[in-house]
């Protein structure tokens, strides 16, 4: 049974950078796959962050391109993302999820519970 | 302004057959997979559709999906209460080189 569970700050200061982290267990990290991340705008839709597999191939929404990082850590079995000069728009639940690449990269076919990260001073 | 649009609303009674369209253009829809994802109130979205209509285990046959150039939709039969979330339609997108969501559909069970 995959699970992904995401951890990290609820709060983060204008400016900085957010941080959080997806453990997977049932799962091996290193195998095929993506890793992802989509976020949710408190009573708005959903929004793609961008996902990477363990080699570093990594694809980001182009509007967060200069500010996002999707990193894969194999040996803690465990993805991160970082996004940086964070605004209250970057308030959001963030999702973390596998994405199933047999066909593209929007088959997400396990998520996270999703933590809600608030940007604010 | 979601790049793939989806009804705000949809709504129907138990037993009913409702469908929720998704309407794109030749750089997501018309060229790759759609995919329809189910939220229900306070939870993390479920995979309910992959490659315009195929079903991940353990979902009712209830629900399918179909495709036609640039436009999916999905179909609900037999409707039941139990149905009551966001339903939202996504893509890969060839000129953005990333996925796009729509919008959300709140669907109502009357």
């Known amino acids: 049974q995959v699970q992904l569970q995401e951890s990290g700050p609820g709060l983060v200061k204008p400016s900085e950078t957010l941080s959080l982290t997806c453990a997977v267990s049932?799962?091996?990290?290193?195998?095929?796959?993506?890793w992802g991340w989509i976020r949710q705008p408190p009573g708005k839709g959903l929004e793609w962050i961008g996902s990477?597999?363990?080699?570093?191939?990594?694809y980001y929404n182009p509007s967060l391109y200069s500010r996002v990082t999707i990193s894969v850590e194999t040996s803690k079995n465990q993805f991160s993302l970082k996004l940086t000069s964070v605004t209250a728009a970057d308030t959001a639940v963030y999702y973390c999820?596998?994405?199933?690449?047999?066909?593209?990269?929007?088959?997400?076919?396990?998520w996270g519970q999703g933590t809600l990260v608030t940007v604010s001073s | 302004q979601s790049v793939l649009t989806q009804p705000p609303s949809a709504s129907g009674t138990p037993g009913q057959r409702v469908t929720i369209s998704c309407s794109g253009s030749?750089?997501?829809?018309?060229?790759?997979?759609v995919y329809w994802y189910q939220q229900l109130p306070g939870t993390a979205p479920k995979l309910l559709i992959y490659?315009?209509?195929q079903r991940p285990s353990g979902v009712p046959d209830r629900f399918s999906g179909s495709k036609s150039g640039t436009s999916a939709s999905l179909a609900i039969s037999g409707l039941r209460s139990e149905d009551e979330a966001h339903y939202y339609c996504?893509?890969?997108?060839?000129?953005?080189?990333?996925?796009?969501f729509g919008g959300g559909t709140k669907l109502t069970v009357l």
């Open positions: 996504a893509a890969w997108d060839d000129s953005l080189s990333g996925v796009v």
């Open positions: 490659g315009n209509d």
């Open positions: 999820a596998r994405v199933d690449t047999g066909m593209d990269l929007g088959d997400f076919d396990y």
């Open positions: 990477s597999d363990h080699s570093g191939s990594a």
């Open positions: 049932g799962y091996s990290i290193s195998r095929d796959y993506h």
């Open positions: 030749s750089s997501n829809i018309g060229a790759n997979y």
